[in-house]
């Protein structure tokens, strides 16, 4: 089938070589797949095509990925013979409702250059196998925009579940109006619109959104994929009483002499322990920044210290009740939730939270001393685990929930005296030591050291599990000292660490470690 | 009710004769059956027919309205044992499942029916579930047609030939007196296109007139002597009956040019795919002309001697198309051959794959080797196919980034807390030996709870797990949905672990539906249903076959709770079956229940509650063990604009029905705060904005009271 004699078949005249137009959709259970089709088919329908349409439902269907199949021919004599499925190679326009499908679509040989025009929304539905990774298992999007520019003969791919969403609406609208600003099929856009207000439920939202996809493929320039920037050290603003603006002007000039590569990122690093705890606090992390910069080569462009400067920065403001509580209880916080959660006017939000303190987290921020003495006593832990550790929901917008937080919160300024505090800087130190004293021989390896603080995260069982993994990568990274692909292990190590919650492959990969060494 | 509404639809089975129908392949075959005067109607839902069963449901007043009965058989063996009302009644019936998994179960019923052969037509309608988007072992149906001499017609897959097939069907059936098979592909049961239809048709003999007449006729009946005369009525009667009847009715197809050297054999189901191909090759037009000699079996079983030794008797070569293994037909035709005879050679398994479905791509192939044979001179595809270098690139290129996504438990499952305190009590007390059965649950073998690693059948579950229920260090473990229980499990698994005195652990699943197939209600469901009994306990039944230990619960999401209990079935010292029913209502069908009531409460400003669920991106540090426990597809992860983190941390998306397992789960594996709970308050009444006001305003004086205190870096958007 060729598109182009097809467009000019816009009236009823069909060309002689009129031939049959087979269209796949590909698409994740759930996504409203089944509309799209409905529609597509009626619009075919009422151009005077013959229309065959097949489907999966059932089981197949649940939030897995799912093929529907649509072709159409003009309707002249006789019936038609369609197929029921797509087949490689044999697919002129193909609909992805999500980027990965769009790429299953290629590797199933959907997608080919001489006729398939690629219809494919940007967006992300993660997989399971992408989410579960402890680490960042995310497949890239590069990869298959790519391989599309490859293999389609014409590709139309943005954002298209962003637009259904905006407009309140949901995907089916914005992929159906894409299809028809593409002019694949050779139907006038006042018939797509008559099969959405044919089926007669969200008709205006779903017209709202089919008109910005439509409009969107006709003006490539805003095309443009909206991505959003991370963070520079520019972009926020400073507000303070102005005792602590001085103090903080203080810090930041003292930032200012740091490398400029060191320097951005020392300074959200800044600012987030700044904000953790205070101003001296701040003092305190660049006192240990700076320490690590002045061993530093500058031949390697301060990586050491880069990287020191973020994971110090997480290491200091390591998560505890009082954190907890204290961004729970913020202002900006009921700001962002209510523009989440679209709450407009009178209209308002109970928030529920889920806490479930260990007897750990409730030792941890008592006076070190009596800390130390409790942690020691299996008895007594045993007593404050029965006594305190439970699920505990509280309610943040009421005002006895509020206040019990606000108070914890509120134990910021006591936090330097905690248990907690004293274990965590004696850890901060040794980590960093460890560092420095592999840096003089193996810069590389030293960096490893500094990296793998990623592996401690969070809180209760987490930041346990986290602990466990790091201790381990760190006993190994010491196995590799003489080794001369030292960090080239540390790094698998610590992919392996990441890569899945047991340890199976962390501890295969400690196996080839010590039979290396 | 069911998940899918067709109430509109069912309007179109109102139309008369010469109307015209467009819609979906399981409505036609619903006008069809009544247009055939059919007299009852009945079947168990499941993939791909499920939405019949639906169809019929919904239908029920037309239905009742012609005087056909309906009914929502208690599984496939009730349905086909149904059909024995066309044994000694001139009554039409048909019943309708999945196969093959459903005419195994229904197999006791169907050999019965053909042994004792029928009056009216009997026609059993069957969806096969074998190919892309199948949910069962790949297997195929014709054996039991061959094993119990039951015909089996394969129309075309086109409406207008779907239509035509039930007619025939019920005729070929009384023509024969055998039960007939309707064997209809996953995607054939959703096509849609159009059709000329006819009269509904009133039953001549209704079933009401068979109770006020009763019949009965001994030789009927399946028992010895009768029995050895019925073998020798079908194979010597009504075997060769059935074989005349369908060369003289021409149910078989033969499309002939002229001086075709070679032909194809295929299955009526193949036929569009393989005329696409053909196509593809030059070989054929738009409208299924094709230049060479097509036997399109409509009838695949029996087999007609004489009409396949005529269309091979001037061929030097037919290729067979038989998807499924092993070759049946194949082999039938190969003796056949054989015993004539003949220089025709037989192509068929040789050149196409033994097993697995024949996609265009396959038979591509395949056609491509037979032509190359036989030297037939064919076009190179039209549209040139990727070559398979292409094609293999893209694969290499894709397959690390592309990850495969099976189904699993929707948005807000109720089932994903059962099973996320099954993996946490596997934490406290080790891995224990865990049988699965079939229903949304299996998913739970799927990451990310990889519970239970076998399923031996619908109701099987507990059954499956007896071997292992005399006891030992650690208890087994079995699990059992609602539907499963309904269907066959409480006698095969309930009752026969009550009799073997298993000491094991038995978690029920009851989500108020037969969730899987579609949302069919059960005698379990908690709705009211003006047509069925509904409403009846699993926990009474379970007493009421003898069960002692038994535990409800009411609220799946309390993760805390389920974690407890499984904890005290797996440890307590009573010696015997343990069963935990845990319920709660699909989410599926609670949200098509609710969502409507829910906007029309919000269009007329009455004030509605919503629950939503959130993540503070702040504290989540991006572990992803909540995933882990839940993989909720709602529950994902976005990139962090924070520069000073590497990984992606957990979010949650606009489709979150705010079930709660999210909060329930990280509290109880102890994870992390950061979920919360948003109920979000819709047209607060009067009083209560007033008092939210003030709360807020408190609250706001505290936050600002602190900030004051301290450095508040604001952000300002790029």
Same mark, same amino acid.
């Given at each position: 089938?060729?598109?182009?004699?097809?467009?000019?078949?816009?009236?009823?005249?069909?060309?002689?070589?009129?031939?049959?137009?087979?269209?796949?959709?590909?698409?994740?259970?759930?996504?409203?797949?089944?509309?799209?089709?409905?529609?597509?088919?009626?619009?075919?329908?009422?151009?005077?095509?013959?229309?065959?349409?097949?489907?999966?439902?059932?089981?197949?269907?649940?939030?897995?990925?799912?093929?529907?199949?649509?072709?159409?021919?003009?309707?002249?004599?006789?019936?038609?013979?369609?197929?029921?499925?797509?087949?490689?190679?044999?697919?002129?326009?193909?609909?992805?409702?999500?980027?990965?499908?769009?790429?299953?679509?290629?590797?199933?040989?959907?997608?080919?250059?001489?006729?398939?025009?690629?219809?494919?929304?940007?967006?992300?539905?993660?997989?399971?196998?992408?989410?579960?990774?402890?680490?960042?298992?995310?497949?890239?999007?590069?990869?298959?925009?790519?391989?599309a520019k490859k293999h389609a003969k014409r590709q139309i791919i943005f954002d298209m579940e962003k637009i259904a969403v905006d407009?309140?609406?949901?995907?089916?609208?914005?992929?159906?109006?894409?299809?028809?600003?593409?002019?694949?099929?050779?139907?006038?856009?006042?018939?797509?619109?008559?099969?959405?207000?044919?089926?007669?439920?969200?008709?205006?939202?779903?017209? +709202?959104?089919?008109?910005?996809?439509?409009?969107?493929?006709?003006?490539?320039?805003?095309?443009?994929?909206?991505?959003?920037?991370? $963070?520079?050290?520019?972009?926020?603003?400073?507000?303070?009483?102005?005792?602590?603006?001085?103090?903080?002007?203080?810090?930041?000039?003292?930032?200012?002499?740091?490398?400029?590569?060191?320097?951005?990122?020392?300074?959200?690093?800044?600012? $987030?322990?700044?904000?953790?705890?205070?101003?001296?606090?701040?003092?305190?992390?660049?006192?240990?920044?700076?320490?690590?910069?002045?061993?530093?080569?500058? $031949?390697?462009?301060?990586?050491?210290?880069?990287?020191?400067?973020?994971?110090?920065?997480?290491?200091?403001?390591? +998560?505890?009740?009082?954190?907890?509580?204290?961004?729970?209880?913020?202002?900006?916080?009921?700001?962002?939730?209510?523009?989440?959660?679209?709450?407009?006017?009178? +209209?308002?939000?109970?928030?529920?939270?889920?806490?479930?303190?260990?007897?750990?987290?409730?030792?941890?921020?008592?006076?070190?001393?009596?800390?130390?003495?409790?942690?020691?006593?299996?008895?007594?832990?045993?007593?404050?685990?029965?006594?305190?550790?439970?699920?505990?929901?509280?309610?943040?917008?009421?005002?006895l929930g509020f206040i019990q937080l606000y108070f914890l919160g509120g134990l910021r300024t006591f936090r330097r005296r905690s248990?907690?505090?004293?274990?965590?800087?004696?850890?901060?130190?040794?980590?960093?030591?460890?560092?420095?004293?592999?840096?003089?021989?193996?810069?590389?390896?030293?960096?490893?050291?500094?990296?793998?603080?990623?592996?401690?995260?969070?809180?209760?069982?987490?930041?346990?599990?986290?602990?466990?993994?790091?201790?381990?990568?760190?006993?190994?990274?010491?196995?590799?000292?003489?080794? $001369?692909?030292?960090?080239?292990?540390?790094?698998?190590?610590?992919?392996?660490?990441?890569?899945?919650?047991?340890?199976?492959?962390?501890?295969?990969?400690?196996?080839?470690?010590?039979?290396?060494? | 009710?069911?998940?899918?509404?067709?109430?509109?639809?069912?309007?179109?089975?109102?139309?008369?004769?010469?109307?015209?129908?467009?819609?979906?392949?399981?409505?036609?075959?619903?006008?069809?059956?009544?247009?055939?005067?059919?007299?009852?109607?009945?079947?168990?839902?499941?993939?791909?027919?499920?939405?019949?069963?639906?169809?019929?449901? =919904?239908?029920?007043?037309?239905?009742? =309205?012609?005087?056909?009965?309906?009914?929502?058989?208690?599984?496939?063996?009730?349905?086909?044992?149904?059909?024995?009302?066309?044994?000694?009644?001139?009554?039409?019936?048909?019943?309708?499942?999945?196969?093959?998994?459903?005419?195994?179960?229904?197999? =006791?019923?169907?050999?019965?029916?053909?042994?004792?052969?029928?009056?009216?037509?009997?026609?059993?309608?069957?969806?096969?579930?074998?190919?892309?988007?199948?949910?069962i072992m790949q297997e195929r149906s014709y054996a039991f047609a061959m094993k119990s001499q039951i015909w089996m017609i394969e129309?075309?897959?086109?409406?207008?030939?779907?239509?035509?097939?039930?007619?025939?069907?019920?005729?070929?059936?009384?023509?024969?007196?055998?039960?007939?098979? #309707?064997?209809?592909?996953?995607?054939?049961?959703? #096509?849609?296109?159009?059709?000329?239809?006819?009269?509904?048709?009133?039953?001549?003999?209704?079933?009401?007139?068979?109770?006020?007449?009763?019949?009965?006729?001994?030789?009927?009946?399946?028992?010895?002597?009768?029995?050895?005369?019925?073998?020798?009525?079908?194979?010597?009667?009504?075997?060769?009956?059935?074989?005349?009847?369908?060369?003289?009715?021409?149910?078989?197809?033969?499309?002939?040019?002229?001086?075709?050297?070679?032909?194809?054999?295929?299955?009526?189901?193949?036929?569009?795919?393989?005329?696409?191909?053909?196509?593809?090759?030059?070989?054929?037009?738009?409208?299924?002309?094709?230049?060479?000699?097509?036997?399109?079996?409509?009838?695949?079983?029996?087999?007609?001697?004489?009409?396949?030794?005529?269309?091979?008797?001037?061929?030097?070569?037919?290729?067979?198309?038989?998807?499924?293994?092993?070759?049946?037909?194949?082999?039938?035709?190969?003796?056949?051959?054989?015993?004539?005879?003949?220089?025709?050679?037989?192509?068929?398994?040789? #050149?196409?794959?033994?097993?697995?479905?024949?996609?265009?791509?396959?038979?591509?192939?395949?056609?491509?080797?037979?032509?190359?044979?036989?030297?037939?001179?064919?076009?190179?595809?039209?549209?040139?196919?990727?070559?398979?270098?292409?094609?293999?690139?893209?694969?290499?290129?894709?397959?690390?980034?592309?990850?495969?996504?099976?189904?699993?438990?929707?948005?807000?499952?109720?089932?994903?807390?059962?099973?996320?305190?099954?993996?946490?009590?596997?934490?406290?007390?080790?891995?224990?030996?865990?049988?699965? =059965?079939?229903?949304?649950?299996?998913?739970?073998?799927?990451?990310?709870?990889?519970?239970?690693?076998?399923?031996?059948?619908?109701?099987?579950?507990?059954?499956?797990?007896?071997?292992?229920?005399?006891?030992?260090?650690?208890?087994?473990?079995?699990?059992?949905?609602?539907?499963?229980?309904?269907?066959?499990? #409480?006698?095969?698994?309930?009752?026969?672990?009550?009799?073997?005195?298993?000491?094991?652990?038995?978690?029920?699943?009851?989500?108020?539906?037969?969730?899987?197939?579609?949302?069919?209600?059960?005698?379990?469901?908690?709705?009211?249903?003006?047509?069925?009994?509904?409403?009846?306990?699993?926990?009474?039944?379970?007493?009421?076959?003898?069960?002692?230990?038994?535990?409800?619960?009411?609220?799946?999401?309390?993760?805390?709770?389920?974690?407890?209990?499984?904890?005290?079935?797996?440890?307590?010292?009573?010696?015997?079956?343990?069963?935990?029913?845990?319920?709660?209502?699909?989410?599926?069908?609670?949200?098509?229940?609710?969502?409507?009531?829910?906007?029309?409460?919000?269009?007329?400003?009455?004030?509605?509650?919503?629950?939503?669920?959130?993540?503070?991106?702040?504290?989540?540090?991006?572990?992803?063990?909540?995933?882990?426990?839940?993989?909720?597809?709602?529950?994902?992860?976005?990139?962090?604009?924070?520069?000073?983190?590497?990984?992606?941390?957990?979010?949650?998306?606009?489709?979150?029905?705010?079930?709660?397992?999210?909060?329930?789960?990280?509290?109880?594996?102890?994870?992390?705060?950061?979920?919360?709970?948003?109920?979000?308050?819709?047209?607060?009444?009067?009083?209560?904005?007033?008092?939210?006001?003030?709360?807020?305003?408190?609250?706001?004086?505290?936050?600002?009271?602190?900030?004051?205190?301290?450095?508040?870096?604001?952000?300002?958007?790029?």
């Amino acid at each position: 089938m060729n598109i182009n004699s097809a467009e000019s078949a816009v009236t009823a005249n069909f060309p002689e070589d009129a031939a049959v137009i087979k269209l796949a959709i590909m698409a994740v259970g759930g996504q409203g797949g089944g509309v799209l089709t409905k529609w597509i088919e009626q619009c075919a329908r009422s151009n005077g095509y013959a229309v065959q349409a097949t489907s999966v439902a059932g089981v197949a269907q649940r939030t897995g990925a799912t093929i529907y199949y649509i072709e159409m021919a003009p309707a002249i004599v006789d019936s038609p013979v369609f197929a029921l499925m797509p087949a490689a190679g044999d697919v002129d326009i193909l609909i992805a409702a999500e980027m990965m499908e769009a790429g299953r679509a290629i590797m199933r040989g959907f997608v080919t250059p001489d006729r398939t025009t690629l219809i494919a929304s940007e967006h992300r539905i993660l997989a399971l196998s992408e989410k579960s990774v402890p680490g960042d298992g995310i497949s890239k999007n590069e990869e298959i925009l790519e391989a599309a520019k490859k293999h389609a003969k014409r590709q139309i791919i943005f954002d298209m579940e962003k637009i259904a969403v905006d407009a309140g609406s949901v995907i089916s609208a914005s992929l159906f109006g894409a299809l028809a600003g593409s002019k694949a099929l050779p139907f006038s856009r006042e018939s797509f619109e008559a099969s959405i207000k044919a089926s007669g439920r969200g008709v205006e939202a779903s017209l +709202d959104v089919f008109s910005a996809a439509y409009d969107k493929v006709e003006n490539p320039e805003i095309l443009s994929t909206h991505i959003s920037p991370r $963070k520079t050290a520019s972009s926020c603003k400073v507000v303070a009483k102005p005792t602590l603006l001085a103090a903080w002007n203080v810090l930041e000039e003292e930032a200012e002499k740091l490398p400029e590569t060191v320097r951005q990122i020392a300074l959200i690093g800044l600012r $987030k322990v700044v904000d953790y705890q205070d101003t001296k606090y701040g003092h305190e992390y660049l006192n240990r920044l700076t320490q690590v910069m002045q061993s530093d080569d500058p $031949k390697n462009e301060f990586r050491l210290s880069c990287e020191t400067a973020k994971h110090l920065a997480n290491a200091m403001t390591y +998560d505890d009740v009082i954190r907890v509580a204290d961004l729970k209880t913020r202002k900006a916080r009921n700001v962002r939730i209510n523009k989440e959660m679209g709450i407009h006017g009178e +209209d308002y939000l109970k928030i529920t939270e889920f806490l479930h303190p260990r007897a750990e987290e409730i030792v941890g921020m008592l006076p070190n001393k009596l800390g130390c003495f409790i942690e020691q006593r299996p008895g007594i832990m045993a007593l404050i685990e029965r006594f305190f550790s439970r699920k505990r929901l509280v309610r943040t917008d009421s005002l006895l929930g509020f206040i019990q937080l606000y108070f914890l919160g509120g134990l910021r300024t006591f936090r330097r005296r905690s248990y907690r505090y004293k274990i965590e800087q004696k850890h901060i130190d040794n980590w960093l030591s460890s560092a420095l004293s592999l840096l003089p021989n193996d810069y590389n390896l030293a960096l490893e050291v500094i990296r793998a603080r990623r592996l401690i995260k969070g809180y209760g069982d987490t930041h346990s599990r986290g602990l466990t993994k790091f201790d381990r990568v760190l006993d190994g990274i010491s196995l590799l000292t003489a080794h $001369k692909e030292s960090a080239y292990w540390a790094q698998k190590l610590q992919a392996a660490a990441l890569d899945h919650e047991d340890d199976i492959q962390l501890k295969k990969t400690l196996q080839n470690i010590r039979s290396l060494a | 009710m069911a998940e899918r509404s067709f109430e509109k639809e069912v309007q179109m089975l109102k139309l008369g004769e010469g109307d015209e129908f467009t819609g979906e392949g399981i409505l036609a075959i619903t006008k069809a059956l009544l247009e055939s005067g059919v007299g009852y109607v009945g079947g168990y839902q499941g993939a791909p027919i499920s939405h019949l069963m639906d169809v019929l449901a =919904d239908a029920e007043e037309i239905l009742s =309205d012609l005087d056909v009965r309906f009914e929502a058989n208690a599984s496939e063996a009730a349905a086909a044992a149904m059909l024995s009302a066309s044994v000694h009644y001139p009554i039409r019936g048909a019943v309708t499942f999945k196969g093959s998994v459903g005419v195994n179960v229904a197999s =006791d019923a169907l050999a019965n029916l053909a042994s004792a052969g029928v009056t009216g037509g009997a026609l059993i309608i069957i969806g096969e579930d074998y190919g892309e988007g199948s949910s069962i072992m790949q297997e195929r149906s014709y054996a039991f047609a061959m094993k119990s001499q039951i015909w089996m017609i394969e129309p075309r897959p086109n409406l207008q030939s779907i239509v035509k097939a039930v007619e025939q069907g019920f005729l070929l059936s009384e023509a024969t007196n055998t039960p007939v098979m #309707l064997m209809l592909g996953i995607r054939s049961c959703h #096509l849609t296109g159009s059709f000329k239809t006819r009269d509904n048709k009133r039953p001549p003999f209704t079933v009401q007139q068979a109770l006020s007449e009763p019949r009965k006729n001994i030789s009927r009946v399946v028992l010895p002597p009768m029995s050895y005369v019925q073998e020798q009525e079908k194979v010597n009667i009504r075997w060769p009956a059935a074989q005349s009847y369908i060369r003289k009715q021409k149910l078989n197809e033969i499309f002939a040019p002229e001086n075709s050297a070679v032909g194809i054999v295929m299955q009526g189901g193949m036929y569009n795919n393989v005329i696409s191909v053909l196509q593809r090759l030059g070989m054929a037009d738009l409208y299924g002309n094709a230049d060479i000699a097509l036997y399109v079996l409509n009838v695949t079983y029996p087999l007609i001697n004489d009409e396949f030794l005529e269309f091979c008797s001037n061929k030097n070569a037919v290729l067979v198309i038989e998807q499924g293994q092993p070759e049946f037909i194949e082999q039938t035709f190969g003796s056949m051959l054989f015993r004539a005879e003949s220089k025709t050679k037989l192509y068929g398994k040789n #050149l196409l794959p033994m097993a697995g479905e024949y996609t265009g791509d396959v038979l591509m192939k395949g056609l491509v080797s037979f032509f190359e044979k036989t030297a037939t001179p064919f076009q190179n595809p039209q549209n040139e196919a990727p070559s398979s270098k292409a094609q293999e690139s893209a694969q290499a290129e894709l397959s690390k980034s592309v990850p495969i996504r099976p189904p699993g438990f929707c948005v807000g499952c109720p089932e994903r807390p059962i099973f996320a305190a099954m993996k946490l009590v596997e934490q406290d007390l080790g891995q224990h030996q865990i049988a699965g =059965d079939i229903g949304c649950h299996l998913f739970a073998a799927l990451p990310p709870f990889e519970i239970g690693g076998s399923t031996m059948g619908y109701g099987l579950g507990p059954a499956s797990n007896a071997a292992f229920d005399g006891g030992g260090t650690k208890r087994s473990i079995s699990i059992l949905g609602d539907g499963g229980f309904w269907h066959n499990g #409480l006698s095969s698994s309930i009752g026969n672990a009550v009799f073997n005195k298993s000491d094991s652990v038995i978690v029920i699943i009851d989500n108020y539906f037969s969730a899987a197939t579609g949302g069919q209600d059960l005698p379990s469901s908690r709705a009211l249903n003006s047509s069925k009994s509904t409403k009846h306990t699993i926990a009474e039944a379970v007493k009421g076959i003898g069960v002692s230990w038994v535990r409800q619960i009411d609220d799946t999401y309390q993760v805390e709770q389920l974690r407890s209990i499984l904890h005290e079935a797996l440890t307590t010292e009573y010696n015997g079956p343990k069963i935990i029913i845990a319920s709660s209502e699909c989410m599926l069908n609670r949200q098509r229940r609710e969502k409507p009531q829910f906007d029309k409460m919000l269009r007329n400003k009455k004030r509605v509650e919503k629950v939503r669920f959130g993540v503070d991106e702040d504290i989540c540090t991006g572990d992803h063990a909540c995933i882990r426990l839940s993989g909720c597809p709602s529950l994902s992860l976005k990139k962090s604009d924070d520069p000073l983190r590497d990984d992606p941390v957990a979010s949650i998306d606009q489709n979150c029905v705010g079930c709660g397992n999210c909060g329930e789960v990280a509290s109880a594996a102890m994870l992390c705060p950061s979920f919360y709970r948003a109920d979000i308050v819709l047209n607060p009444a009067t009083l209560e904005r007033f008092w939210t006001k003030f709360r807020q305003r408190l609250i706001n004086w505290l936050q600002e009271l602190r900030q004051r205190k301290r450095l508040d870096f604001q952000e300002i958007a790029p």
